[in-house]
């Protein structure tokens, strides 16, 4: 069976959806790195709730297919890893958020995320940066 190259979702294209166990598959393989179907079932193991070998096997193939995991299939173990990164998750996420809910408008989310935030001063740092970036930005189009 020749290997199944995962999909690379592009910005613009809509990512499939992903269920609540399938995300947490995959904050295991972020928080924990890569690993085989009985590494990931250890790792769960004590959680909220029971899992089994099949369960998660199943949850990984998925990933795998929605291309937001992939696999290396060189030994008899098969190894999963996130094909996506925490980050890009997320950032697609509040886009859709933003797309669907605010009619593309950040503002609202944004100011809403710094209100009930907290903060470390490398982050309110990184934040003043961007906003200086913003604005300087918004001087060179005219305010727009």
């Known amino acids: 069976m020749t290997p199944r190259k995962p999909r690379d979702p592009s910005p613009r294209e809509s990512w499939p959806g992903i269920s609540d166990a399938e995300l947490t598959v995959l904050k295991e393989l972020w928080d924990h790195g890569p690993g085989t179907v009985r590494d990931v ?3 769960l193991e ?7 070998y099949t369960t998660v096997q199943t ?3 998925r990933l795998e297919e929605k291309g937001y995991v992939a696999v290396a299939r060189s030994s008899a173990a098969h190894v999963f890893r996130a094909a996506v990164t925490r980050d890009d998750l997320a950032g697609k996420r509040v886009d859709e958020v933003a797309q669907g809910l605010l009619d593309g408008a950040t503002a609202p989310l944004l100011l809403r ?8 001063k490398e982050e309110l740092a990184r934040f003043r940066a961007m906003l200086e970036a913003a604005e300087r930005r918004a001087g060179k189009d005219g305010g727009s």
């Open 41 to 43: 079932l250890g790792r």
């Open 46 to 52: 004590g959680k909220s709730q029971d899992w089994a």
């Open 59 to 61: 949850l990984l193939a």
């Open 113 to 120: 995320l710094v209100e009930k935030g907290k903060f470390t």
